[in-house]
Structure formats: C-alpha cells, structure tokens
C-alpha cells in the first residue's frame, strides 16, 4: 500500500507540473457506492453453488481536481450482505461489514458552458481493506498474514458523467454519477483456480457491478 501511495504522489506531482496551465482544484464531499454480484459460481454435472456479495457503502472522498485530470483518496463503510445459493438447498445468507480506503485515478473531458462544467470521465479504482466485523467480532488489516493483506482489497473501472457548478468567488459543486466494473477479488480468483485444476471449466469468477455517487465541494485557483 505504501508504494501505491508514492507512485500516486509522484504521478500527482508530474500530473500538476505538466497541467500547471490549466485549472487546478481541490475540495472532499460525501459519496454513496453500490455493487452488485461479485463472487463465483461452481456448475459440474447438474450441481451448482454461487455465492454472491452485494455491497452498499457511504463515505466521504478528497480530490485534487486538474483540467483533464481527477486523483481521489476516500473513506468507505460498506455493509455487506452474501448468499450462497446450492442446486436443490436453501439459500444462505449471511452478513458483516467492512471499512476501505481507496485511491481513484480519473481522466475527464469538460465542456465548458459558463457557470455549469459538464464531463465525461473515467478510470479505475483500487480499494484497500482496511477491518472485518461480524457480529462482536472485528478482523483489522494488521491482523491478516502479508501474503493474504490483497485478497479482499477490490479493483475498478469507473466510468461516468459529472458537472462542476461555479458558486460565488472560488467555490464550486462537484457532482458525479458514475459505472462501476468490480474485478473479482483475489480469494475467488484463487479459488477459482483450485477448483478448476482439479475440475477443470467447473469454476468461475465473476464480476461486480453498480452506481456511484459524489457531491462535493470544491475551490479552484
């Protein structure tokens, strides 16, 4: 995680330096996220297992905003609810909650129309794991083997329109709607792959999808 950030310093600054003739922002508001069955799902002879995760999360986010460039750092509490549904069982379902930090890197196009901004955007997403509770008990990301701290993190593609409302003086609403394109995470990759090399073609990952959110705040120089 500690490299991630320094990569994502340095590209910030080389980014600031290159657009140092355009606008430059920053600001933070609130943002809402919602992904939608991201998992795997086991098929042999008739027999089938698919285990789902549907998340709705809230939090808040900071971005350094440039002309055609957007990085973000956001806080996440996200609660999730799983099923695992098997070929002639019941479905169970069972739920916990988790907290992220993530990083967003955004490449964006504005359509200048006075005091409204309009854009397209787009670009990917990593979410670091940061605590596990389940009923009274938390898991923190200290608490899980180095070799294992990625299995949960979560990686996407972000895709979407956005507008930035010019207020009085400096200030300005930042407001986004965008795509999410969840990758399967680590553990079912892996997962996958042992079913698979014992099964082979039995077993799949699958993505995640939904809507995301952001309002925010922002001052421009």
């Known amino acids: 995680m500690k490299k991630f950030i320094l990569v994502l310093a340095v ?19 609130a943002l809402a996220d919602m992904s939608y069955g991201n998992g795997e799902i086991f098929s ?20 350094l905003e440039l002309t055609y460039f957007q990085a973000e750092i956001c806080y996440q509490y996200s609660m999730l609810s799983s099923s695992r549904e098997m070929t002639g069982e019941q479905t ?6 988790r907290t992220y930090i993530s990083f967003n890197i955004l490449f964006k196009y504005p359509i200048n129309l006075g005091l409204l901004t309009l854009y397209p955007i787009g670009g990917f997403s990593r979410n670091y794991l940061q605590s ?13 083997r180095n070799d294992q701290k990625d299995w949960l993190d979560q990686y996407s593609f972000l895709a979407g329109f956005g507008f930035n409302y010019k207020l009085q003086g400096s200030l300005y609403i930042k407001t986004e709607a965008l795509f999410r394109a969840a990758v399967p995470s680590i553990l079912y990759v892996n997962d996958a792959k042992d079913a698979n090399s014992i099964l082979p073609g039995s077993t799949k990952a ?3 999808f939904g809507p995301m959110v952001k309002l925010g705040i922002g001052y421009s120089f």
């Open 44 to 63: 042999y002879l008739g027999y089938t297992i698919k285990e789902t995760n549907d998340f709705t999360s809230f939090g808040g986010f900071a971005f």
């Open 92 to 97: 169970v379902y069972f739920d916990n909650s």
């Open 11 to 29: 590209f910030v600054i080389v980014a600031a330096g290159a657009f140092a003739q355009f606008n430059f922002a920053f600001g933070g508001g």
């Open 206 to 208: 699958t993505f995640g």
């Open 132 to 144: 596990i509770t389940r009923g009274s008990a938390t898991i923190k990301r200290d608490d899980i």
